[in-house]
């Protein structure tokens, strides 16, 4: 069942840039830290970045594993229901599917348990 819509994938060229955004689809998302994950072709599942939820009078937090800090920022809009991935300077290796989960479903990337069908990035010149 799909919970969340992924949109924003495409083909850049390498140093572009992407927005990708993560809708809620009949359930809401802001009870939850949500996370990015990729799954690059021909190999595992990736966690990307992640955000935790607000909560009155604390701001959110994000964090980013290493490949991807200072190149790309998670951001969520509660008013939306949505969670954003903004991507910069892009590189070949991020060539991916990628999928948006709450933290606690983990790196299922499409397989069972994922809330969505993810959006492909590409990046290639």
């Known amino acids: 069942q799909v919970q969340v819509v992924e949109s924003g994938g495409g083909l850049v060229q390498p140093g572009g840039s992407l927005k990708l955004v993560c809708a809620a689809s009949?359930?809401?998302?802001?009870?939850?830290?949500m996370a990015w994950y990729r799954q690059p072709p021909g190999k595992e599942c990736e966690w990307v970045a992640s955000?935790?939820?607000?909560?009155?009078?604390?701001?959110?937090?994000?964090d980013y594993a290493d490949f991807v800090r200072g190149r790309f920022t998670i951001s969520r809009d509660d008013v939306k229901d949505t969670v954003y991935l903004l991507m910069s300077n892009l590189r070949p290796e991020d060539t991916a599917m990628y999928y948006c989960?709450?933290?606690?479903?983990?790196?299922?990337?499409?397989?069972?348990?994922?809330w969505g069908r993810g959006t492909q990035v590409t990046v290639s010149s």
């Open positions: 955000v935790t939820t607000n909560m009155p009078g604390i701001s959110s937090s994000s």
């Open positions: 009949g359930r809401t998302l802001n009870k939850y830290t």
């Open positions: 989960n709450p933290q606690i479903v983990g790196p299922v990337c499409g397989s069972t348990g994922s």
